[in-house]
């Protein structure tokens, strides 16, 4: 399984690169997108983390049909559902105490978020809970930064996106995860540009190039250290 998702999430890196010219000139909008996409990437490990008893297996086969709705960027059918399946808002009402009545929140967070529903996406991936897997509850908590970027809410943006990649790493066997972490703090740093704050940026950038030394970012961010340090 570890293998398959480093694959996977080595394929993801590769898109992220192709979306960096885009990414510098829409930047709010594109850092929802980019949360939301680790988390369709790693939608399979939800069956082997999260769910486990009866109750969650009901609640996970409610989940499916929302599930591939959203990879489908049929957002609005994810959320509600129709006659055939429970959308995650039915998930997350029906199915409290379980896992995936807990991941349902945090997909309906994202599905609000791709319709630029922002108090609706900070209200309920605010109240999805991270749980100790490497790649989703790292990816919903970096979305609810972004969602709080969306709002003008810079600073607890930051703070979450920090948050995330510090999770990110703490679950990395070494402590050091080269495949999200930097993206987060990458995301992190071009907010406190936003808010001219320079030197906390630039830290961030350095701590990339040092701590990140094998991510696909090191690979660039002498870029942004140089333009940050001529400003």
């Known amino acids: 399984m570890a293998k398959q998702q480093a694959s996977e999430v080595s394929q993801f ?13 829409y930047r709010k909008q594109a850092l929802i997108a980019v949360a939301a996409l680790i988390v369709v990437v790693a939608g399979w490990i939800v069956y082997k983390n999260f769910i486990s008893e009866p109750r969650e297996n009901k609640a996970a086969t409610a989940m499916a049909k929302a599930q591939e709705a959203f990879a489908q960027q049929d957002f609005q059918k994810a959320l509600n559902g129709d006659k055939t399946f429970e959308g995650f808002l ?3 009402e029906n199915y ?3 896992d995936a ?15 630029g529903k922002w108090q ?29 970027a969306n709002t003008g809410k810079i600073d607890e943006a930051i703070s979450k996106l920090k948050k995330a990649a510090d999770m990110a790493d703490s679950r990395a066997a070494d402590g050091v995860n080269n495949s999200l972490s930097p993206i987060y703090l990458i995301q992190a740093a071009r907010l ?13 950038y350095q701590q990339i190039k040092e701590k990140y030394v094998n991510s696909a970012a090191s690979q ?12």
């Open 96 to 98: 409290g105490g379980t």
């Open 120 to 148: 609706e996406a900070i209200k309920y991936l605010d109240q999805f809970s991270p749980q100790s897997d490497a790649v989703i509850s790292p990816a919903m908590v970096a979305a609810l930064g972004n969602a709080y």
């Open 192 to 204: 406190l540009e936003s808010q001219k704050k320079t030197d906390e940026a630039l830290k961030i």
């Open 13 to 25: 890196e590769q898109t992220l690169n192709k979306q960096e010219a885009f990414l510098q000139k």
């Open 220 to 231: 660039e961010i002498d870029k942004y250290i140089e333009r940050i340090s001529n400003k």
């Open 90 to 92: 039915a998930v997350s």
């Open 101 to 115: 009545a807990n991941l349902a929140r945090g997909y309906a967070g994202l599905c609000y978020a791709q319709q």
